[in-house]
Nanobody
Framework: QVHLVESGGDLVQPGGSLRLSCAAT????????MGWYRQAPGKQRDMVAV???????????NYADSVKGRFTISRDNAKNTVYLQMNSLKREDTAVYYC???????????????WGQGTQVTVSS
């Protein structure tokens, strides 16, 4: 059984920083990519940042335009963990942030997408 365990959500003032973490636990053969989506009240869930798990190249990243230059995604392959460093936070970054992983469980011929339970990020003074 695979689970994604998120942490790091909090209340922060505009201009502040937060670091989210997401660890994939369970019997995992390979993680293809991990990333973060977010959903604000009344809005759809949108991609924030994604990172592939290229061992040699360090992985490639993709960011939503709204967070480029402010957010940085990184991962620790040995810990099956992905991080999202969020700087210069704005009120419009307020949302529930969901971790996701596209991975191949041990013993499975297919990859699956898993989601975390979500962590609340609130940017307010």
């Amino acid at each position: 059984q695979v689970h994604l365990v998120e942490s790091g959500g909090d209340l922060v003032q505009p201009g502040g920083s937060l670091r989210l973490s997401c660890a994939a636990t369970g019997s995992i053969f390979r993680i293809n990519r991990m990333g973060w989506y977010r959903q604000a009240p009344g809005k759809q869930r949108d991609m924030v940042a994604v990172i592939t798990s290229g061992v040699d190249s360090g992985g490639s990243t993709n960011y939503a335009d709204s967070v480029k230059g402010r957010f940085t995604i990184s991962r620790d392959n040995a810990k099956n963990t992905v991080y999202l460093q969020m700087n210069s936070l704005k009120r419009e970054d307020t949302a529930v942030y969901y971790c996701y992983a596209d991975l191949l469980p041990s013993g499975s011929p297919y990859s699956f997408v898993y989601w975390g339970q979500g962590t609340q990020v609130t940017v307010s003074s």
